[in-house]
DNA sequence: TGCCTATATGTCGGATATGACATATACTGC
DNA sequence: GCAGTATATGTCATATCCGACATATAGGCA
């Protein structure tokens, strides 16, 4: 939307866009969730490659066992940041993190 | 290193890669906060274009308008979480996401 | 079977992030 | 100068996350 016709929108409040933004709100919330999962997998992908234990792997991050475990589920537990923290600590680089992300599906209805 | 080579040096402990390691994490904590500017200023783009005021990208956001200006300024108090939540909330794709990540340059030293 | 290693799950105290509010600064047009 | 608007900064109570620990489950092997 452009933002002469939203300007003109601004002024009928929140009821105009209610059941957009709301779409737009539970997708985002989905587009979190796939995204997690896609971090996920990679650490998993990486450790499994290097032949590592998840105690190992902790030892790494300064972390724990169980919070890697819960980071390669997918845990509601876990952030974003501590997935990306984490890949970066093992040496991913951003364009890795790109790769990963961009293979995500769009599924956000506009 | 190979999973191979690796398993040799296992037993050694942290005593090994220590140097190593520690590059490894600043380098990791480089990118983080490299990682956060590359989203803020996507978001403040994002906001700019479609001629928004923090104040009102804040109620989109059901935040409030200091967050919206310490998500903008790179606050170090904001975390990648709510800026990627952020992001998609304002109808940003994966896609959109990875690009801006992948414009962020390779500075792992390994 | 019992033992060992790896991974998963539940919980908890302390640490960090969040929204909200107050206030400050900056830039308009009057 | 002074309103009005937009953005920045500081603080705080609450919410959420994190590392750590205990414990559970699963598989291999003697």
Do not use: C, Y
């Amino acid at each position: 939307m452009k933002s002469a016709k939203r300007a003109k929108l601004r002024a009928h409040g929140w009821a105009v866009g209610s059941a957009k933004e709301f779409l737009k709100l539970s997708n985002a919330e989905a587009a979190l969730v796939e995204l997690r999962l896609a971090l996920s997998r990679s650490l998993r992908t990486w450790r499994t490659e290097h032949g590592l234990s998840q105690v190992e792997l902790a030892r790494q991050l300064k972390s724990s066992q169980s919070r890697v475990a819960k980071m390669e589920a997918g845990d509601p537990s876990v952030s974003v940041d501590l997935l990306v923290r984490s890949l970066f600590a093992v040496g991913a680089k951003p364009r890795d993190l790109a790769r990963t992300i961009g293979q995500l599906e769009d599924r956000v209805a506009v």
